[in-house]
């Protein structure tokens, strides 16, 4: 509730407790008034229209009193509204001067007294029902306040989620992030040990490319570059450990399980290849010689998130990791490299050709490797 909704609701409240509660104690006494004076009004008025008029002393003593005593009973129900029966006892004490001032010992100066205590009920039963509406509008703004408070809080919370979604998101696919919030499965993002297949690419001639090239056309390309194969990874549910310049490195049966993770990598190096490969005439208009490699290793690894509060990745590490890595360094232009597991993964899926002997920068032992394309 809005501050301008309390105060409209306080308003209409005052006026709804003073029409019914406030004004009725002061008709009754008015009518008991002009009753009490109704002889006089009346002697003096008649002449003037050439009437007379017997006035019955008994039956004006009872209005008299009758009226007064709707003034009590106004009193005595208006209490119900602030809980004070202080003017009630008022209202009474003043009834009952002014019966035992009609019936018993007459005198006009008791009398106007009796009203006067009818009077002063009236005014102290209106103060009554202000200071109970005034701490009600206490309450109430307290009450706004409290929830404003909450809101507030709700609302820090609602960011801090938003802003731990767009972190997410910067390495998991959609889905994953999706499912993470919704399931509040936080868990899957505890360090943890995984077989997974990791995909490194790059371009090739890319160092010379930018020494020689406006940053402003290097930036271009990237974008060009990691916006279609960011959707790519998206389209084949692979997560995104970092992209570093024009180096993109991805892992999939992470942090949720995929079926076969290395026929997946596979898949989409393909993909990837055949869509830089068409970025890349575009490029060659402009005369940018830019090649595309890819190293794909398959193997057991320890996957979590690493940093501070501020900033955070969802990371791999281990052997099949460097090894990955390593081959994407060796790949030339149009290559996609696997180790000997993941070839073991996907050999009925793909061509491929043996490479043995290779010697991988910082593996101090020869290595083999599957130069792989897309089954005939």
């Known amino acids: 509730m809005t501050e301008a909704a309390v105060s409209e609701a306080t308003h209409a409240s005052v006026d709804s407790a003073l029409s019914r509660s406030s004004w009725w104690p002061y008709v009754g006494t008015?009518?008991?008034?002009?009753?009490?004076?109704?002889?006089?009004?009346?002697?003096?008025?008649?002449?003037?229209?050439?009437?007379?008029?017997?006035?019955?002393?008994?039956?004006?003593?009872?209005?008299?009193?009758?009226?007064?005593?709707?003034?009590?009973?106004?009193?005595?129900?208006?209490?119900?509204?602030?809980?004070?029966?202080?003017?009630?006892?008022?209202?009474?004490?003043?009834?009952?001067?002014?019966?035992a001032t009609l019936y018993t010992y007459y005198n006009i100066t008791i009398l106007f007294l009796g009203y006067l205590l009818l009077l002063a009920g009236a005014f102290a039963n209106q103060s009554s029902i202000f200071r109970k509406l005034r701490a009600q509008i206490e309450l109430q703004a307290a009450e706004l306040a409290d929830w404003n408070q909450t809101l507030e809080k709700r609302v820090q919370a609602q960011v801090t989620e938003i802003e731990k979604v767009g972190q997410l998101k910067r390495f998991l696919s959609p889905e994953v992030v999706e499912l993470i919030?919704?399931?509040?499965?936080?868990?899957?993002?505890?360090?943890?040990?995984?077989?997974?297949?990791?995909?490194?690419?790059?371009?090739?001639?890319?160092?010379?490319?930018?020494?020689?090239?406006?940053?402003?056309?290097?930036?271009?390309?990237?974008?060009?570059?990691?916006?279609?194969?960011?959707?790519?990874?998206?389209?084949?549910?692979?997560?995104?450990?970092?992209?570093?310049?024009?180096?993109?490195?991805?892992?999939?049966?992470?942090?949720?399980?995929?079926?076969?993770?290395?026929?997946?990598?596979?898949?989409?190096?393909?993909?990837?290849?055949?869509?830089?490969?068409?970025?890349?005439c575009e490029w060659r208009k402009f005369d940018y010689q830019l090649g595309f490699g890819i190293g794909i290793a398959s193997g057991y690894a320890t996957l979590g998130v690493v940093g501070d509060r501020r900033r955070s990745d969802y990371t791999a590490i281990g052997n099949s990791i460097n090894f990955a890595s390593r081959l994407c360094d060796h790949a030339k232009d149009g290559e996609i490299l696997l180790n000997h597991r993941a070839y073991l993964d996907v050999e009925d899926a793909v061509e491929a050709e043996e490479i043995d002997g290779l010697q991988l920068r910082g593996v101090s032992r020869l290595q083999k490797a599957y130069r792989i394309s897309p089954k005939r």
């Open 30 to 99: 008015l009518l008991s008034l002009v009753v009490c004076y109704a002889k006089t009004i009346v002697v003096l008025m008649l002449p003037l229209i050439g009437q007379t008029w017997e006035f019955n002393p008994h039956l004006q003593a009872v209005l008299m009193w009758g009226f007064g005593l709707l003034t009590v009973i106004a009193l005595y129900f208006a209490r119900e509204k602030h809980g004070d029966w202080r003017p009630f006892y008022t209202g009474v004490a003043g009834l009952v001067i002014m019966i």
């Open 181 to 280: 919030v919704t399931e509040k499965n936080k868990s899957l993002l505890k360090s943890h040990r995984r077989y997974v297949a990791a995909l490194f690419c790059d371009l090739r001639g890319f160092t010379t490319f930018s020494e020689r090239t406006e940053p402003e056309e290097v930036i271009d390309v990237l974008q060009q570059y990691h916006k279609t194969l960011g959707q790519l990874v998206v389209d084949y549910g692979g997560t995104i450990d970092h992209r570093a310049g024009d180096g993109l490195m991805v892992f999939f049966n992470d942090p949720l399980p995929c079926d076969a993770p290395s026929l997946r990598a596979t898949e989409l190096a393909f993909n990837m290849l055949d869509a830089v490969q068409g970025l890349a």
